[in-house]
Each structure stands twice: as C-alpha cells, then as structure tokens.
C-alpha cells in the first residue's frame, strides 16, 4: 500500500488540519480546539437524553438496558432487576461454585418467565490489556450462555456480547472493585420482557 | 464524508546547502551518541534571525528553534543547553560561517549548534537552518525549506530529524503522528491522532460509544480501529485525508480488532464466535481468505513481522496469554514467552528483530521487549505504575507506550534500551493504546 497512489506533490507537502466540513457542530473538531472538543462528549450526550434510542428509559423494572447504553447516558452500569451478576477470577472464565447457584437462580427466573430474552455481556476488570479483555469478557459471556443452556434454557433466548475493560461498575483499584467488574451481566432485551 | 485532514500547504525541501555538501564524513562525531546510561551531546539551538523585512509576529524566531528543542530532548540524545546562558544575540550575529563566533558558544560548553534565518512573505516562510560542529568550527549540514507559516513545526521537525541523521547515519522519527485511545477527561473512549509533539490534534472518532486499538496502514493514511458504535464491535478503516471509511463484518461472529499488513494488502483480524476468538487473514476489503491459527481458547492481537510472512499474536492454550509467532506460509505456530504468566498486546519492531508487548509483574504491568528467537526478555519500565501498550517508531529506535505513572495513563517515549522516557504532551483525560504512524512525507 504504501506505494500505491501517491501523487508526486504528496512526498513534500505538509499538512492542515481543518474543521471538518460538513458535520454537525458538535461533531466539529478542529485542530487546536482538543481542550475544547474534550469536555463537550459528557455534556452533550446528556444534553441529549433520547440519544440511546434502542432502550427503554426504565420504567419497566424487568427490562433491562445494555451497559452500551447506560454508558451513553452517563448511567450506572450496576445491575439492579431479577437477574444477577456472575463473578470470576482475574483472567479465568470458569464458573465458581456461586456464580452457578445464581446462575441456577437465574435460570429459574428465565423458565418463569418464559417470553423473556436475555443478552448476556462479558465484562473484565481494567488490568491488563484491552483487546485480550475483549476475548474474555466473550469467554465469560458464553461460559454463561452455556451453563443456561445446560440448565434448559433454549440457546434462542440468550445472546452474548463482550464489553471487555470498557464498561466497569467502579473504577477503584483495589480487588473487590476488580471482582465487581469480572463479571457476567443479564439484560432482559427490551420490548420482549415478561411483566 | 464528516471529518477528514486536509492537505494544506506545500513544504519545498531547497537544501542542501551548498557550501555544506560535502562535511558529512569529516567529524568525530558521527554513529550513536551515547550508549547504555552514557552522556547526551551537548548542543545548543539559538533562535533564528530574521533576515526579511516583514516583522516576525508569527514567533518564528522562538517557535522553530523551541520545536527543534522539543524533539532533540525527546529523542534522548541530546543534551539541549538553556537558552538563557546563549551570549550572542541572534538578530545581530550572522547565521553562516565566518559571521559568528564559535568561542561564543564553545564557552558555554556546546558541542554542537543549530542556527539559522527566516523570510517570512505573506503566509508563506522561506527557513535556512544549518547544523554546526562547534569544536571543528565546521558546518555540518545545511538545509533550505519553505512553506506556510503555520506548517512551521513541520518545517523544524524535517531538520530536526536531519541533525538525527547526521549523528546517527539515520533520519529522526519526529515527522510523524500518534494514534491513540482518549477519555479527553469524558467517559467516551474516541480516536484520536496528534503529531509528536502533540500539535495537530485530530479527532478520528466522536460516536460516545467505545472506540479502541487504532493501528496504522503502512502508508500512513488510514487508521484501522474497532468501534462499538454501531452496537457490536466491528472493524473499521479511516482514511485520513478523504474522510472514507470502511467497516468490516464477519459474516458469522463480530471482530474485536485487526492490523493491516505492512503491504497493504491483507488484514489480520481478531473474530470471535460463540465466545472463541480466533486470527482471520482477510483482504484489504475485509473479505474473509481463510482462518490462521484456530484453537478453543483465546486468540487476538496479531501484528506482522515487517516482511509480511508472519504473525506474533496472544493466545492462552497454554493456560496463561502468551506471545506465539504464526508462519503463514507453512501455518507453523511456535511459543515466543515463557516467563511470566500474563503477556499481551505484542507489536513487531520494524526493525524485524524484536517484539515489544506488555507484562504482568505483581499487580503491575510492565513493556517487554524479546527477541523474534525468543531467550530472556527485557523489562523496560519499572513497576511502581502500570506501562502498556508498546509502539514501536517507524526506525525501531524508539517505543511509546501509555502508563499510568503520573496518575492517569498518559503517552510516554521511550529509547528501545528503555532509556530516556518521556512523557507526550497529554490530553486531560486518560491517554491509552497508541500507535505510531510511518514516516509523514
């Protein structure tokens, strides 16, 4: 690639950076406005509640909300509803002893509410890299999956996703916010929920 | 498209000099300046003389010798003196030999001295900057450029990297961009790059989602990132200076990251399927060639080797992430890590005879460096903090990296050796993952 289309002019022509044209203002980023640009984010996004349109607001107490949409609405992503986290070990993805009886506690939910779909969101503490933590919030996800599925869940209510590092519940560093953040996550997919 | 880099400005490179043509070979001076722990040759960089009539209200004079300052303290060499012990006022004396005197500056302990003028002409700056051996009284070389007056950085960062070449037989590394994962003090995690020394700011990405690893195309025009902004993880390309992009999906799975091949052809991707992730070759259009290096665990962070033929990535088959290098060829995998029990987000020198990546020590993480071979490796940052992320500069001579040292994780610099780390100009918010461009034209 490196070789490819380059224009003669290119090898000595130095560059601008310009406001993007043609982009919303709060999308607009120029060169030397990064200070600016940096606190607008949080801001905006609550300036603009609807933003996270695929999600209920929350007056449901069964239906959930992604961790991806809690963080866009500057939300928790603590669990609260019927079905509870799982935990692991730092850089394990095999289910505990607990993480199996809630996993069990869960599953009866899930059987007692029979409409009800989950996705089930594979989460990692901050140490360590990110897209090694990405693989094992995935490998937790589906350890998840899998043991419901054992437990008679049918694989078609049970999606997976992996938020690695990125979503945590607390950002202290000391290992019991890291065990809250080695966690499994079930969210009642909206609009499907039971009562 | 939304945002893009524009091409601005034409920076002409006039030099040499000719008077200075042939003072290469002659000094003492000349191959690496300092080894392990050794001492930074001690150089002066006066302000420049204005030679034009127009006024300097650009700040030229200050702002290209601060810049040439800024990068020879990055590059750890160099031992840059203060400009408040210079005698000589730069807007009086000349800029050429025989018009300044070198005991003004052999005084003050220099070895070595960059001067040089400017002619400034409506937007545009006509630069001479010079290169002098202060023990020798000799020129060493002499460079001519102009451009607009606001690309003036880019002007200094050219000769900075030349007086790297003339001590080291090898161009500097400071025309060039780092891309890079910010908070920007917020809780989204964007794309963003910056030159070196931080100017030039560009946002890449701004979805208020999760966007992650960026690495560049080996041309230095496109940015390969992984972003949840349209949910699930996809990968996606950025050109730079038209503002395209392209996003890449597996048919069967999501990506959670990739690097594009060092001849553009090819993508190494991260895919992962009912929970397994594991290495896919696609083309450069994201089409899946075939899978590399299946297993039921955890495979990701593939980087190439610069010849393109191979692949080190992390894999924990072993029980614990550990570095293994992939042929493509014959789909040979072999174990690269053997000590410590957490090794990840390797990258392959461009240099080809090494891998940098990151480590466990304790509860701390630190940046390795071994040997494509394998053997011992070495520890290049302490543990009192956490280091990660390693990036190698496009000669292999440099490592930057991201560490949480001064309390959020900031960009940092560092020589292969592990000496000379140096904090990059930060953002506000947590700075993580970067990766450094080619060379810029």
Known sequence: MAAMNKKVSCGLVAILLLAATGCSPSVASKPDDASAASTTPSKSAEQRPGEGKRAPTGESTAAGQSSLDQLREGKSSATSGPLKDIYFSFDRYDLEVEARSTLKANADWLKANPAARIEIEGHCDDRGTNEYNLALGAKRAQAAKDYLVTLGITTERLSTISYGEEIPTCKDTNETCWRQNRRARFVIIPGRAAS | ?441
Do not use: C
């Not at chain 2, 050794?38 to 300097?56: C, E, M, Q, Y």
């Not at chain 2, 050429?96 to 003050?108: C, E, L, N, Q």
């Open chain 2, 1 to 441: 498209m939304m945002r893009k880099i524009a091409f601005a400005a034409l920076l002409l490179v006039l030099g040499p000099w000719p008077a200075s043509a042939q003072s290469k070979s002659e000094t003492g001076v000349r191959g690496e300046i300092v080894g392990q722990g050794g001492l930074r040759f001690p150089i002066a960089v006066s302000p420049l003389k204005n030679l034009g009539t127009a006024a300097d209200t650009a700040k030229l004079s200050e702002g290209i010798a601060d810049t040439i300052v800024y990068d020879l303290d990055l590059s750890g060499w160099f031992k840059v003196l203060d400009r408040a012990a210079y005698i000589e006022n730069p807007q009086k004396s000349g800029v050429v030999p025989g018009s300044f005197d070198f005991k003004d500056w052999s005084t003050i302990g220099a070895e070595g001295l960059v001067k040089g003028g400017f002619t400034v002409q409506g937007d545009e700056v006509a630069v001479e900057l010079r290169l002098f051996d202060v023990f020798q009284n000799k020129e060493r070389v002499g460079k001519r450029y102009v451009g607009r007056i606001k690309d003036y950085r880019r002007i200094a960062h050219k000769f900075a990297d030349e007086i790297i070449n003339q001590f080291t037989g090898v161009p500097g590394v400071f025309n060039t961009r780092i891309a890079y994962v910010s908070t920007s003090g917020g809780r989204f995690k964007e794309i963003h790059v910056a030159h070196l020394d931080g100017s030039e700011k560009f946002q890449v990405t701004n979805n208020h989602t999760i966007n992650l690893s960026p690495s560049w195309t080996f041309d230095g025009k496109s940015v390969l990132y992984t972003s949840y902004k349209d949910r699930n993880s996809s990968l996606y390309l950025f050109e730079l200076y038209s503002g395209k992009e392209a996003k890449f999906t597996p048919r069967i799975g999501r990506y959670l990251g990739g690097k594009v091949s060092p001849d553009g052809q090819f993508i190494a991707a991260t895919v992962e399927t009912a929970g397994n992730s594991n290495l896919s070759l696609l083309d450069r259009n994201g089409n899946l060639i075939r899978s590399l290096a299946e297993n039921p665990g955890i495979e990701v962070s593939p980087s190439w080797s610069p010849d393109g033929r191979q692949l080190v990535f992390v894999s924990d088959r072993t029980g614990s992430p550990q570095l293994f290098i992939l042929e493509l060829a014959s789909s040979k995998v072999r174990r690269l890590t053997y000590s410590g029990n957490y090794n990840t987000s390797p990258e392959w020198s461009p240099r080809g005879d090494r891998i940098a990546y990151t480590g466990r020590v304790g509860n701390r993480f630190a940046v390795f460096t071994i040997a494509v071979e394998g053997g011992e490796p070495r520890k290049l940052t302490a543990e009192t903090a956490d280091s990660e992320d390693p990036t190698w500069s496009p000669d292999g001579r440099f490592i930057a990296f991201s560490s949480n040292r001064a309390g959020k994780y900031h960009l940092y610099i560092m020589q292969a050796s592990g000496e000379s780390q140096r904090r990059l100009t930060g953002s506000g918010g947590d700075d993580t993952k970067p990766s450094w461009s080619p060379r810029l034209e």
